[in-house]
């Protein structure tokens, strides 16, 4: 069989780390990997490019003797403070010239970029429930809106095709990428068990009783392989969750049994600000508990708990659309977590 070649935009991020896994197991692609810097290099036979995708003129020179490309994966996007909008000119340039950049060289098939749930504007208010692919766009300007229109114009009379998925909330067993909202459950627990306090949940009584979902990054990969794969998927969009609506309710005592601490109820505070003052507790735990030395504000991040425990009405995507399609795989996400929870601790990161 003649393998596909993909490249990945974005590849030293998880979501592109766990996408350039799935195709390479599968045997039946080559992959190139991009990345700004850091990971340029030819590491275990993988082929990494160092590329500045904001620069038309880099993305050309580094990438423009590439013949042979059948599919671009984008999972990049530009650096920003965290909390602060995404630059919407500058996310849409970088994919512009990645495609610029390919789009003559080699045989296109098709262009995917990874977006997200907030395409639909549901952490600025509740939404219709659940959210499919044809609701409306949110009200505050998106990187994502800019994207998929550039893919529709270019597309057009073009000999590829194109699609764009919906993730919520990534998940991701890794411990080496502090915007993940497992390492922020196991660290806040961690540290509660430590002083003996229960887990209390860090939002409101509404917050925690409304229905959520996420997206394990492994279940996003396969779905981005099965879109590349089908041609009915070409040009549309899907939501890509996990398949089940649970409460952080129903999740709470889950994570307090995993972890010994007695489960607490809604305690409306700032997750950001509790433990702000935990890094000298955070190193005496490590050197109690033999664990790896870490510092606790560079290993996660608990504002993004804090974003992640906020909303106070259900954000539930619907899977329709996929599996009508054919997509049929689902992940429980309770036990998700454990895995990941697990993970932690076979890296040394909790007791």
Same mark, same amino acid.
């Given at each position: 069989? #003649?393998?596909?070649?993909?490249?990945?935009?974005?590849?030293? !991020?998880?979501?592109?780390?766990?996408?350039?896994?799935?195709?390479?197991?599968?045997?039946?692609?080559?992959?190139?990997?991009?990345?700004?810097?850091?990971?340029?290099?030819?590491?275990?036979?993988?082929?990494?490019?160092?590329?500045?995708?904001?620069?038309?003129?880099?993305?050309?020179?580094?990438?423009?003797?590439?013949?042979?490309?059948?599919?671009?994966?984008?999972?990049?996007?530009?650096?920003?403070?965290? !909390?602060?909008?995404?630059?919407?000119?500058?996310?849409?340039?970088?994919?512009?010239?990645?495609?610029?950049?390919?789009?003559?060289?080699?045989?296109?098939?098709?262009?995917?970029?990874?977006?997200g749930?907030?395409?639909?504007?549901?952490? #600025?208010?509740?939404?219709?429930?659940p959210?499919?692919?044809?609701?409306?766009?949110?009200?505050?300007?998106?990187?994502?809106?800019?994207?998929?229109?550039?893919?529709?114009?270019?597309?057009?009379?073009?000999?590829?095709?194109?699609?764009?998925?919906?993730?919520?909330?990534?998940?991701?067993?890794?411990?080496?990428?502090?915007?993940?909202?497992?390492?922020?459950?196991?660290?806040?627990?961690?540290?509660?068990?430590?002083?003996?306090?229960?887990?209390d949940?860090?939002?409101?009584?509404?917050?925690?009783?409304? &229905?959520?979902?996420?997206?394990?990054? &492994?279940?996003?990969?396969r779905?981005?392989?099965?879109?590349?794969? *089908?041609?009915?998927?070409?040009? #549309?969009?899907?939501?890509?969750?996990?398949?089940?609506t649970?409460?952080?309710?129903?999740?709470?005592?889950?994570?307090?049994?995993?972890?010994?601490?007695?489960?607490?109820?809604?305690?409306?505070?700032?997750?950001? #600000?509790?433990?702000?003052?935990?890094e000298?507790?955070?190193?005496?735990?490590?050197?109690?508990?033999?664990?790896?030395?870490? &510092?606790?504000? *560079?290993?996660?991040?608990?504002?993004?708990g804090?974003?992640?425990?906020?909303?106070?009405?259900?954000?539930?995507?619907?899977?329709?659309?996929?599996?009508?399609?054919?997509?049929?795989?689902?992940?429980?996400?309770?036990?998700?977590?454990?895995?990941?929870?697990?993970?932690?601790?076979?890296?040394?990161?909790?007791?």
């Open positions: 069989m #003649q393998k596909h070649t993909a490249v990945i935009a974005g590849a030293s !991020g998880l979501i592109g780390r766990r996408l350039a896994e799935h195709l390479e197991q599968t045997g039946q692609w080559n992959v190139v990997r991009l990345s700004r810097t850091a990971r340029a290099v030819h590491t275990e036979g993988k082929h990494w490019i160092g590329v500045e995708l904001a620069d038309a003129v880099d993305c050309k020179a580094k990438l423009g003797d590439l013949k042979n490309i059948s599919h671009i994966f984008y999972a990049a996007r530009s650096d920003h403070p965290e !909390g602060m909008p995404e630059p919407v000119e500058r996310n849409t340039e970088m994919l512009a010239n990645l495609v610029d950049a390919l789009e003559h060289s080699s045989p296109l098939q098709h262009v995917h970029a990874v977006h749930s907030k395409y639909y504007g549901h952490m #600025q208010g509740p939404v219709p429930v959210i499919t692919e044809e609701a409306p766009r949110g009200k505050l300007d998106n990187y994502y809106f800019h994207q998929e229109d550039f893919l529709k114009r270019r597309a057009a009379g073009a000999r590829w095709t194109w699609s764009t998925t919906r993730p919520h909330c990534f998940c991701d067993p890794a411990i080496d990428t502090p915007r993940s909202i497992g390492l922020v459950i196991a660290c806040y627990a961690a540290v509660q068990r430590e002083l003996g306090l229960p887990l949940f860090p939002g409101t009584g509404k917050a925690f009783t409304v &229905r959520t979902q996420f997206t394990d990054l &492994r279940l996003l990969a779905a981005l392989a099965w879109m590349a794969g *089908e041609p009915r998927c070409a040009n #549309q969009a899907f939501n890509v969750v996990n398949g089940d649970p409460t952080w309710q129903q999740l709470w005592a889950g994570y307090a049994d995993y972890f010994g601490v007695k489960p607490g109820g809604p305690r409306e505070f700032s997750l950001a #600000q509790y433990l702000a003052d935990k000298g507790l955070w190193a005496e735990m490590a050197r109690k508990h033999n664990l790896r030395q870490t &510092r606790l504000h *560079e290993l996660t991040l608990p504002a993004y804090d974003y992640q425990f906020r909303p106070q009405w259900e954000v539930v995507s619907s899977m329709a659309k996929a599996r009508g399609l054919g997509f049929t795989e689902a992940v429980d996400s309770a036990r998700m977590f454990v895995e990941q929870f697990d993970n932690y601790r076979a890296q040394g990161i909790i007791a």
